[in-house]
């Protein structure tokens, strides 16, 4: 493909699919092992669990990852609390990876492509145009976290009502005029133009 030999013949969409799908995953080998070289996130034999308790290291645990570069295996320090029979890692909660086997830049394309079609467009659409193979059901809860956060967001930036001061007068407005109406309904006014719906349905 890269040769000085002659470029006539050459099928020059399956050369750019290829190195699509090739290119990636050598970032992602890059970033793979970039982050598993790196230890820091063991903080010591105990932390303290979300029940209270204290959870103990157990050990590193892999776990894979769908990526916008394809997927990523990450080894990560894990902590086991046996009060409360669960386990987390604390670098799952850095990289906004918990509870989820999609990254933040996946779970967000899935909610965008989940608020505009439907899920299994979604889907379709992840695979198609960016190579991501994203199940339907990835997608619909890429949307519901998406959604979550834009709650949470208003939320946080949204001044509260108590606070705002209140206009001694509100003005309202309606245009009706453009509201397509059956015959039944016009009671006998003609209006600017013939009705949109006939009058038997």
Known sequence: MLGRGSSDGIDLEAIETAARRQAPGVAARAIEQ?????????????????CG???????????????????????????HCRACSSGFCPRDRVLRIEKTCL????????????????????????????????????????????????AADEQRYTEPLEEMPLAPTLYMGLDGTGIPMRAVGTGGTRGQAAPRFGGNE
Do not use: W
Request: with cysteine; charged share 25%; hydrophobic share 35%.
């Open 103 to 150: 990254s933040p830049a996946v779970s967000r394309l899935a909610g965008r492509v989940g608020a505009m079609v439907s899920f299994e467009e979604g889907s379709q659409l992840l695979e198609e145009l960016a190579g991501l193979r994203v199940d339907a059901s990835q997608v619909e809860r890429g949307g519901e976290s998406l959604g979550e956060e834009i």
């Open 53 to 79: 308790e204290s959870a103990r290291y157990a050990g590193r645990r892999a776990k894979s990852l769908q990526s916008v570069l394809g997927e990523l295996r990450l080894e990560r320090a894990y902590y």
């Open 34 to 50: 970039r982050i598993n070289a790196d230890a820091s996130d063991y903080a010591g034999t105990h932390l303290p669990c979300g």
